[in-house]
Structure formats: structure tokens, C-alpha cells
């Protein structure tokens, strides 16, 4: 690929990646154990596990980047991701992560995650469409659970906006629809 920097001013990154395989394992935390229930019905209620820690966003206004990515192999664990095709634009603060292809799971993913800093708080979106999902491993792979097999098709889109992890989740609203098929 190619990527030029500019640093006149607010320096700026533009670029086309291209890649076999990208691990981002040595930029994350160690996977946690899978969740005891993925299915928040109320934020609220476990609101306690969430850091409470202000976010620093300071980074996000520290340069402006439009740069396309593509990989054969990505690996973010615990998701194993394949044919990733996806663009970041970095404008003034606002991230945006356009996924135009992915897959996993034996399905395909698109979608759009959004987040915008305000004076105080964190604007967030997601917006997300799984198509051919193989539902027993996913499951497995999220909440270490088996008992459902089939291939599914999902939907999300909320938002949420917050100072930190806990206010974030607490605030999130939105919808979203399942549909699975044996």
C-alpha cells in the first residue's frame, strides 16, 4: 500500500493499506472471560463493572487520517476476522470506521462505528449488519455458550454517550433483530 504524512499545520495521514495478516493482540488487553450475560437488560445494574475512569480523547484531535485498509487476516481477540475490507477517517476529532466487508463466523459483517468527543463526553454509534453467521461458534466465541446451532442474521444500531466506560454503557439506546435458521 501506500500512505503519505502532512505536517504543515494539524498533521494528516492518507493512505491504502494492504496486508496477509494484522494482529492487533499486542495493542489490546488479554480477552476476559466470556461474560456472564451478554444480553444487558439493564445497564444500570451492572454499571459497577464498567471502569469509571474519564476517557482521554485528547488523541483524536491530534491529527486529522482517511486511510483504507484491507487484510486477508485480522485478528482482534478473541474475534478471528477474514476479507477485511474497512476506511478510517479521522476529521477534527470525529473517528469514523466504515466496515465494508468482513468476515467471520462463516458470515459477512458491515456496518458503521462512529465516536465524536464533545466538551464533556463521548458521542458514540454503531451500526451493524451480520449476514450467514454460523451461531454455535459465535456464541462460543462471546459467551462460551453451545446450546444454539444454526446460521443467523443480525442487526444493531444504538448509540450512547458518556465521560467513561460506565456512563457510556449506562446511556446506550437503540435496537436490533435476530433472525436464525436451523
Do not use: C
Request: glycine fraction near 8%; charge should be negative; avoid cysteine.
Amino acid at each position: 500500500g501506500n500512505i503519505s504524512f502532512t505536517t504543515s499545520g494539524k498533521t494528516s495521514v492518507q493512505g491504502n493499506l494492504a496486508t496477509d495478516t494484522l494482529d492487533l493482540s499486542p495493542y489490546m488487553d488479554a480477552p476476559k472471560a466470556a461474560w456472564n450475560n451478554p444480553f444487558i437488560s439493564n445497564a444500570y445494574a451492572v454499571s459497577s463493572h464498567w471502569n469509571t475512569q474519564p476517557f482521554d480523547v485528547s488523541s483524536l484531535n491530534a491529527m486529522n487520517a482517511d486511510v483504507a485498509l484491507t487484510a486477508a487476516h485480522l485478528i482482534a481477540p478473541p474475534w478471528n476476522i477474514a476479507d477485511v475490507k474497512m476506511k478510517t477517517n479521522l476529521q477534527n476529532g470525529a473517528l469514523t470506521l466504515n466496515i465494508d466487508q468482513a468476515k467471520a463466523f462463516s458470515g459477512t459483517i458491515q456496518g458503521v462505528i462512529s465516536a465524536t468527543p464533545r466538551d464533556d463526553y463521548l458521542n458514540t454509534s454503531v451500526n451493524l449488519n451480520a449476514s450467514g453467521v454460523q451461531i454455535e461458534p459465535f456464541l462460543k466465541t462471546l459467551n462460551n455458550e453451545d446450546r444454539i446451532s444454526g446460521t443467523g442474521n443480525f442487526k444493531l444500531a444504538f448509540t450512547g454517550r458518556g465521560n467513561n466506560q460506565a456512563e457510556l454503557i449506562s446511556t446506550l439506546n437503540g435496537d436490533g433483530s435476530v433472525m436464525i435458521r436451523d
